[in-house]
Each structure stands twice: as C-alpha cells, then as structure tokens.
C-alpha cells in the first residue's frame, strides 16, 4: 500500500504504507511535521519505492479459470487453491520495472459469472492493460473468448492491450485446447498471447510484465496522451531512474509457452 | 419525602435512551435554567394527583432504575408536572444522590408541555413520555403500578388534552396543526415524493395480533393497492413514525446546539458525559474509518499537491458540503443501543405451551435490537425467513418438517437419478453441477465448518445448491448464492431444514440473481434515491462523478455485506434484517449509514469511481457492525415516509409484484 507525500513540493511521490504507518501512527496534530521529516528520510533512502507510472490492469475470463489464483502468484508469490470466489471485484497491486522505470500496476480482478457481466463491463472504464484468461482443460472457455473481447473492445479504450492468457499450463495431461488454437486465436485478434500457471508461477511474472512492456512502449511511441488519465495510466513522478525496482527486479519478457 | 429543588432539568431522550446506554448519566439535556427557576417556586399549590413507584430507567440495567414519585399540582389555575426520586433507595448502589437528582422534574406547568406520549404496552410497564414544546422530552415514567389512563384522564380535566388524529397514542397539549409537516420541513427533506407505500415498514404500534402469519401476509395485491391509493390514517405505520421524528428531532438539534456551547464542561458535574463523546462508539467507528480511509489514501495524485500539510485531522483540500442531517449526532439520540442477544428464556417467553409464537411482531423486535444467542439461531431462524409459520405449533412444525424432508429427498433425486449417459446429453446440467462443484470448494473454507478435504459439510451445500437449481429451475445457480447457503447450513445443521431455510430466503432475494440483474438494479437504484434524500450533497457528489449506478455498492447488496463482515458478525446483521422490524429494506440504510460515515472521506478527496470502488472494497472487515445497524436504524426513522416511498414496489427482499415471471429467461445463456 502505498501513501501518496509531497517532496519538496514539486516532486511527487509514493512510499510505500508500511513506512508511512510507521511514522504516521502517531500523528497527533502536534507530531506529524517531525513524522512528515522522518517519512522524507525514508524516501530519500529508497527512492525505489516511487513509481513513474500506474497502469491499471483488468482481468477478466469466465469463472473458475484461475484469474484470482494468477493475480494472487503475481503480487504475493503464492498459489492458494483455496480461496473464495470472487464477488464483484478485488484489488491487487505491485511494482515492477520496465526501462529501468518502477512502474505500479494496480490490477482488477473481476468476477466470471455471466450474470455480472454487465456489472464487469463497468470496470473496463480507464483500463489500460487486460490479462484476457482462459483455461487449456475446458474447452468451453475458450469458446468464450469471442465474448469477452468483445466486451472489452467496446467498453475498453482502443488501445487498451490484451493478453490473452492460457492458465493451467500445469494440467498438460487435460489439456482441452492446444497452444497452436491459442496462438491463432491471439493473432487473430491482434493480442498478446501465453500460456501460464498460477500455480507453478510459471509465465505468470511475464505475462504481466510483458503487458506492462507493450503498454510502455505505446507511451514511448506517444500512442497515449498520458495525462489523459481515461488511457488507465497516471503519470508519477516520472524522472528518477530507480537502481532495480520494486521487489521483483525483474525486467524479463519472457514469451513462449509450456506447452 | 424532601423535594430536591434542582435547578437543573436533566433530560435524557426518549424510551429508548439511545445514548444513555454508554454510561449512567449520560445524554443529560439541560433545560434553559434561568427560564424554568421561576417556576420551581410553587408555595401554596394544590395537589392534584400523586403516584407512586414511578420509575425512570437511566440504562438497561435494573439497579439502575430510579423510582420516585410523580405529582400534579395546581397554583394560579395552572397545572404543573413534578417527579421526585425517593431518597436513599439502597439498591441504587451504582447511582449516587447527585445523578438520581439529575433526572428530578421540579413543576413543570403544563403550559410548556406539547404532547404526551402514552405506551401501554400488552407486556412490561406502561410508560408516558412527556414532550415540552423547546422539543425536548423527558425520559420515559414507568408507571410500575400501571394507571397511565387515570393519569391521563386526571389532566385531561385540567389542561386541553387532544388526542392526535396521527397518532391515538399522542395526546397533544399546546396543539399545532400538523406535526407530520412540520417535522419534515424542519429536516428540509424534499417532499415531491409520492406517498409511500405502507408496506415497506411495519406497525410500530397497534395491530400487533393480526401479525401472526408474520411477513408471508404482506400479500401483492394489498401492496399495490397501497401503494396507489393510500389515506387510512389508522395504523399508518409512517405517521407513527413521524411522531417519534417530532419527538426526537427537536431533541437533535437541542442536543447539537447545547454540546457545542459546553452544555458538559467540566465543572458542571458532567465530566463523565464528556468522557461518553469519546467513548461512544459511533464516534470511535468513524475515526476508525477516518484511519483506514488514511491508510489507503494513495493514487490520488493531483488533490494532494502539499502533503505537507498533512497534519490537519482532516486532509480535505476541498470543502465538503455539510451533512444535512447532522448525522454524527443523529445516531446518538436516534438509534436505540444494541442489546444482548436473545437467550433461552426470552425465546420461551414468546411461545405459548403449544410453542405457538405469540406476538411474532415484539419477537421481531427482540431480534432486531438485539440478535440471537448463536445456539438458539437454528430454532428462531426458520420464523424469521418464513419457513415456519409463527402461529405454528411444536407438533406442526415437526410434521411440517418431516414433509419437508421427504419433498426434499424426491427433489434431490431428481438430478441424482441423472445417469452419465444422460448427463451427457445435458449440458444445462453439466453447466450448473460444473459451477456449483467449482464454487462449493470456494465458499468460507477458512471457516472451520467448511475446512479441510472431503469436507461433508461442503458436499452438503453442493447437495442443496444443486437441488435447489431443479427446484428453482428458471434462476438456477448464480455465484453469491454459496455466500448465503454457508451460514445457514452451519446453524441449521441438518440438510433438508438447511435447503427449505435458503429457498425461504430465495423467495425474497432470488431477483438478486437474476440473468439481467433487474432485482440488483433497482436495489441499487433505491440506494441512490435514499442518498438522494437523506444526504443530497453527496447524491450531488456522485451524480457529478459519474458515480450514480451505485456499483461500487454492489457487493454490499448481493450478498447482504456478508464480505464486510466476519462470520458471526455478518450472521448477527442478517437476523437483524430478515426480522422487517422497521423495513424491510434495512439494508439499504445500511448502505446509506456507512456511505454517510465516509462522506467526508470520499467528497474530500473528490474520489472517482474507481478510487471509490477501491476505497469501499476495502472498507470489508474495518466496518462495525453495531454502530452501523444503529444509524441504519436512525436514517430509517428519519426517512421515514419518503424513504419509504424512494423504494419503488417490489424492490427486494420485498416479495416481488408479478408473480407471473419470477425470473426473466435469457435463451442465450446458462
């Protein structure tokens, strides 16, 4: 979580909630000025904790096809099978670094069931990235695919980016939809494509990290006016080239597939 | 007897103490004192009437009653009103001298009285509430010996007595034209809303009987025909109610305007009053909120260019519209406290020797203040979701539960006679029994009644959710449903009484599960109209920001906040809402009662939907749940007839209206 302080009062930016409530507990109306201090002590020792952009992300597919499951490896690093169905929607978020820039993707995950679609559609409003989910053991939701791009093409800005993600890469002996039918359907309709597990955490760093790298590229090659913030990004404080970004460091974009 | 000649009118507020619950003094209103000083001088006076063991019940507990003794007396042809505490009671232990003094009523004349309230209820003490025309009450005289008629009688010689034609319980002293108008203006509340429908809040008082076949009685015609035609004045539950807003919001201001100007400062003998402020947990819940609104204050880049400026309680970089309302101190005067739940021997009491639910609407009530002892959940529970007739005895029950079972075990057959061969040529089937088996596996398994593998409790809400797709084929399964399954098959228990419970509850929330979402819809179109009526500027706020399709409040009303909540939390809220003591859509306040909380937060910080969205996911598990009910119960009083009339018909849980399509077809779709 992150809490959002002025520096200077030019330069914007974020660190992250543990600090802030680390110093901010105690702020009484008497004590904040010497908390705000140590607050911008901590920030200049960790410039990494900022972020140059947010992304909003949205992820959506039918139910059950392990969107909550891929969200949670994501931002916790964990695979937890058991856990409740998504109502409505939930939230996650995490850094990353794309450029050597810390970039904060805060993602949606939405629920499945038909029924709450017109409920869904209302989330794609200032998305700029959608991780589009199937999974490779039931045929069915990948019949579904059509569907759902529809839906985000008209709800969604034109240039949000799409990956479409095949889950459950781990369940190779069930498979139900080969990575060939994957592959066409993505170059089909012009997505980004991969198969992943949430459960082995395999693909699934990349996925979003490659989407994050799509959605860069389109800022560098000025497709988005970012200040329009309908595009799903915010801009922050732009400059700083943070050392290695967020926890995960990682700038890979690997591709390919598992299957 | 030796009279305490107090100059001080201490008042708390109406039968319900809603405050003085925290502690024994609390909620004291001071009357203007140089005003009433003149009249506590009465050498000379006649004595008209005197009573004794009069009580008044500062708190719930009954060492804390205070009897005295209530007098009439006459001097220059005017008629005025004492209750003096006896002196030394010795079980009054926790009382001391000065605080029963507080409550002594020193000749008041009559000339300031407004109205007196009479309850003489079939059960407990008989009790008058007598209402001063500053608006302000005093609290409630137990009448333990009864005689609240002769009382009455005995003033109606002296005084002009006029029984309300709102309300025959209100006999109005100083008369003024109509109370109903008059309270409303007072709240600015806008008044273009049609008339409400009557049914959407129960009698308060009166008709209590013929309430025996409990909320099944609410039939479809009779609320449509009064819905479009409705001017009985008898019983009309919203008039009532707009006597108890006479009574009670006169006293808000009252109460707003005396504790800015330090009505309790230290040295009046108040200390422990100011200590109550702090403590009340309504105020606590909003600083908590306030606290976890901080913690997730982020993203929000460009309302904050100087943090640094951070140090002020209230980051509001923008001005924030007042609350009409005054809504912080409404719900301290206005929500009646919650009570212990309901244990065995009050359960009891409510039954006959037949085990026949006596007076299913002071049943009703019980569960609404209160809740139910977890144990006693699987006894009341079926009553209040319609499963068992109130008016049923032990024996018809049992029978009516072995029918029960049977039926249940013929429907359940039917999709378990289902062969593989058959199955595979029905993909409906495949369709629903694939969703259910995915969503049973993710329903509360961290709950430990649903943890671990090969769990038989799950496999029996797969068993119900499944039976309950062929028994309710038309809505067939929707994700939520598992939410509301959980619960009840972990206090009912047993499979079958778990599966009649659901589809009970199903009958009123099924359109929430609609295909096309209508039932969800107009839930949460009736939440913008009561915003819009109990809080305009933040209706306002949302209408700018695109905000009104209420989505972020969606998951609240799906599920009736069973995500906000924990377990026995979200339990304790639902008997609170299935009772339809007030409303049947309490819900909806609810939702108002904790938007309202936040509404500095989310104007503040001109959040926009989707910070919004985010802001409201988050507030699961940081809600409180008893101040929430209380306020939910306050905005609902004050509501009143136009909050009624902002849920349009057959909004649910109302039953719904056309009982022709229950449930829309899309052939499109599963």
């Known amino acids: 979580m992150l809490r959002w302080i002025c520096w200077k009062s030019t330069v914007p930016v974020f660190i992250e909630q543990r600090y802030s409530l680390l110093f901010l507990v105690s702020s009484s109306s008497s004590g904040v000025g010497v908390s705000i201090r140590l607050s911008l002590r901590i920030l200049i020792s960790s410039p990494s904790m900022s972020y140059a952009y947010l992304f909003k992300y949205i992820i959506i597919g039918d139910t059950g096809v392990g969107k909550s499951c891929l969200l949670l490896q994501f931002t916790d690093k964990r695979f937890q099978p058991v856990h409740d169905l998504t109502i409505g929607v939930e939230f996650g978020a995490r850094m990353i670094t794309i450029d050597n820039k810390p970039i904060k993707l805060q993602i949606w995950d939405t629920a499945g069931q038909e029924s709450f679609r017109s409920i869904t559609r209302s989330y794609y409003r200032g998305a700029a990235g959608a991780l589009l989910v199937y999974d490779i053991t039931r045929r069915e939701t990948f019949n579904h695919l059509a569907s759902w791009l529809e839906d985000a093409r008209q709800h969604a800005n034109a240039n949000m980016t799409i990956m479409l993600i095949g889950n459950k890469c781990d369940l190779a002996h069930r498979r139900a939809v080969s990575t060939e039918e994957g592959e066409q359907f993505a170059k089909e309709h012009g997505l980004i494509f991969m198969e992943a597990s949430a459960k082995t955490a395999q693909n699934v760093e990349e996925a979003f990290i490659k989407t994050a790298a799509t959605i860069y590229k389109k800022i560098q090659d000025g497709v988005f006016d970012v200040s329009n913030e309908s595009y799903g990004i915010k801009v922050g404080y732009g400059g700083i080239p943070g050392p290695s970004g967020g926890r995960d460091g990682s700038t890979s974009q690997g591709g390919g597939c598992c299957g | ?670």
């Open chain 2, 1 to 670: 007897m030796s009279m305490e000649a107090s100059e001080l009118h201490d008042l708390s507020d109406d039968a319900d103490y809603a405050a003085s619950q925290q502690q024994g003094s609390a909620s004291m209103m001071r009357c203007d004192s140089e005003k009433r000083s003149s009249s506590s001088e009465h050498e000379g006076a006649e004595l008209i009437y005197l009573k004794d063991n009069v009580a008044i019940h500062p708190t719930q507990f009954a060492s804390e009653r205070i009897s005295g003794r209530l007098k009439l007396t006459k001097q220059d042809s005017i008629l005025f009103l004492s209750w003096i505490p006896y002196k030394g009671q010795t079980s009054n232990a926790k009382l001391s001298e000065k605080d029963r003094s507080l409550y002594t009523i020193t000749a008041v004349p009559f000339t300031e009285v407004r109205s007196i309230r009479r309850h003489t209820p079939a059960l407990g003490w008989q009790y008058v509430i007598v209402v001063l025309s500053s608006g302000l009450a005093f609290p409630p005289l137990y009448f333990y010996n009864g005689g609240v008629r002769e009382f009455l009688a005995l003033v109606k010689q002296h005084v002009y007595l006029a029984r309300s034609g709102e309300d025959a319980n209100v006999f109005l002293v100083n008369d003024f034209q109509s109370p109903l108008q008059r309270t409303l203006s007072s709240l600015e509340l806008p008044s273009s809303l049609p008339v409400a429908s009557g049914q959407s809040t129960y009698p308060l008082d009166g008709g209590s009987s013929s309430d025996s076949q409990g909320r099944t009685s609410a039939g479809v015609d009779n609320r449509v025909s009064q819905y479009v035609s409705r001017k009985q004045k008898s019983h009309d539950p919203t008039r009532d109610l707009s006597i108890h807003l006479l009574e009670k919001f006169s006293l808000v201001t009252k109460f707003a305007r005396d504790t800015t100007t330090q009505l309790f400062s230290e040295n009046n003998g108040f200390g422990s009053v100011d200590k109550r402020w702090n403590n009340q947990p309504v105020h606590s819940y909003s600083e908590k909120l306030t606290n976890i609104a901080e913690e997730k204050d982020n993203e929000n880049h460009h309302s904050y260019p100087e943090k640094e400026h951070l140090n002020d309680e209230e980051i509001n970089l923008v001005d924030v519209p007042a609350d009409p309302l005054e809504f912080n101190k409404l719900s301290l005067v206005w929500g009646k406290p919650r009570q212990p739940p309901m244990g065995s021997k009050e359960l009891t009491a409510f039954l006959d020797s037949e085990g026949r639910v006596v007076e299913s609407k002071a049943l009703r009530e019980r569960v609404f203040y209160g809740g139910i002892e977890h144990q006693l959940r699987k006894e009341v529970w079926p009553f209040l979701l319609g499963y068992y007739a109130y008016d049923s005895t032990y024996a018809e029950r049992e029978y009516l539960r072995s029918v029960k079972r049977m039926e249940y075990a013929t429907l359940k057959q039917q999709w378990q006679s289902i062969s593989p061969e058959q199955a595979k040529r029905f993909t409906k089937y495949r369709e629903r029994k694939g969703l259910i088996d995915k969503d049973v596996v993710r329903t509360d398994r961290a709950f430990e009644y649903y943890e671990g593998d090969d769990n038989l409790n799950v496999n029996s809400m797969r068993d119900i959710l499944l039976t309950y797709s062929f028994y309710n084929f038309d809505l067939g399964y929707c994700q939520g449903m598992s939410d509301y399954l959980s619960p009840i098959l972990f206090v009912m228990g047993d499979e079958s009484e778990s599966f009649w419970c659901f589809v009970a509850l199903m009958e009123r929330l099924g359109p929430n599960f609609n295909r096309d979402q209508n039932g969800m819809h107009t839930q949460l179109f009736a939440l913008s109209k009561l915003v819009e009526l109990l809080d305009s500027p933040l209706h306002n706020y949302f209408k700018q920001n695109d905000c009104l399709n209420y989505f972020f409040c969606f998951r609240w009303i799906l599920i009736q906040f069973k995500r906000e909540f924990e377990y026995e939390k979200t339990m304790q809220l639902w008997e609170v809402l299935w009772t339809q003591y007030l409303t049947e859509h309490l819900h909806l306040y609810v939702c108002v009662a904790i938007l309202k909380r936040c509404r500095s937060k989310i104007m503040g910080e001109q959040m926009d939907f989707d910070t919004l969205l985010k802001f409201i996911n988050e507030l699961s598990g940081h809600i409180d749940l008893d101040s929430t009910v209380r306020d939910a119960e306050a905005l609902c009083i004050c509501a009143g007839e136009n909050g009624a009339a902002s849920i349009p018909p057959g909004t649910p849980p109302s039953l719904p209206l056309d009982e022709g399509v229950l449930y829309p077809q899309d052939d499109d779709v599963l």
